[in-house]
T-cell receptor, first 110, second 115 residues
Framework: SQQGEEDPQALSIQEGENATMNCSYK?????LQWYRQNSGRGLVHLIL?????REKHSGRLRVTLDTSKKSSSLLITASRAADTASYFC??????????FGTGTRLTIIP | EADIYQTPRYLVIGTGKKITLECSQTMGHDKMYWYQQDPGMELHLIHY???????EKGDLSSESTVSRIRTEHFPLTLESARPSHTSQYLC??????????????FGPGTRLTVL
């Protein structure tokens, strides 16, 4: 079974609104990363949050990590059409391999 | 844009053919990975390498093989392609850093269709 699961599986919002997606995982981690994948393309790294961090910002992105609940959330503020993509969380838990979640497909409606 | 390249981008071949998917990176990264991803689904690690002459199998069993003769090059080979191999194959690399995981840089992927 996969380490990470994103919720919701799909999300459609109006341009300008905020988008929130969640990731839950099963075992203790060293860090958690978020990636974006545009349709038919490779993944692009967005942000990394370490297990001793609770919140991190990068531009319009805000990531939180709650290790007690084994969960993370990614918030994209003031969404744009170009944010339409799939978003994956990925975790390292000591075996030197990233394990990817199931992804959230985000659609921004102009 | 990451300096990691995959060729071909799209490949349609018949059953039984031997194929090699190419992956090269110019970032000097020691670690390289191959993932398999069906449309709209999660990524599954099929092979990885810590450096030259190092290859390991990933979490998802695959009939493909890999080699790592040069740091920058990590090709994946299927000796006899079958329709079940139809998928997108993503190559990635990362530097050999401290334990705890580093950012992975992905190529654009190869979409393979076996008829």
């Amino acid at each position: 079974s996969q380490q990470g699961e994103e919720d919701p599986q799909a999300l459609s919002i109006q341009e300008g609104e905020n988008a929130t997606m969640n990731c839950s995982y099963k075992t203790s981690i060293n860090n958690l990363q978020w990636y974006r994948q545009n349709s038919g393309r490779g993944l692009v790294h967005l942000i990394l949050i370490r297990s001793n961090e609770r919140e991190k910002h990068s531009g319009r992105l805000r990531v939180t990590l709650d290790t007690s609940k084994k969960s993370s959330s990614l918030l994209i503020t003031a969404s744009r059409a170009a944010d339409t993509a799939s978003y994956f969380c990925a975790t390292y838990f000591g075996n030197e391999k990233l394990t990817f979640g199931t992804g959230t497909r985000l659609t921004i409606i102009p | 844009e990451a300096d990691i390249y995959q060729t071909p981008r799209y490949l349609v071949i018949g059953t039984g053919k031997k194929i090699t998917l190419e992956c090269s990176q110019t970032m000097g990264h020691d670690k390289m990975y191959w993932y398999q991803q069906d449309p709209g689904m999660e990524l599954h690690l099929i092979h990885y390498s810590y450096g030259v002459n190092s290859t390991e199998k990933g979490d998802l069993s695959s009939e493909s093989t890999v080699s790592r003769i040069r740091t920058e090059h990590f090709p994946l080979t299927l000796e006899s392609a079958r329709p079940s191999h139809t998928s997108q194959y993503l190559c990635a690399s990362s530097r050999m850093g401290l334990a705890g995981g580093d950012t992975q840089y992905f190529g654009p992927g190869t979409r393979l269709t076996v008829l």
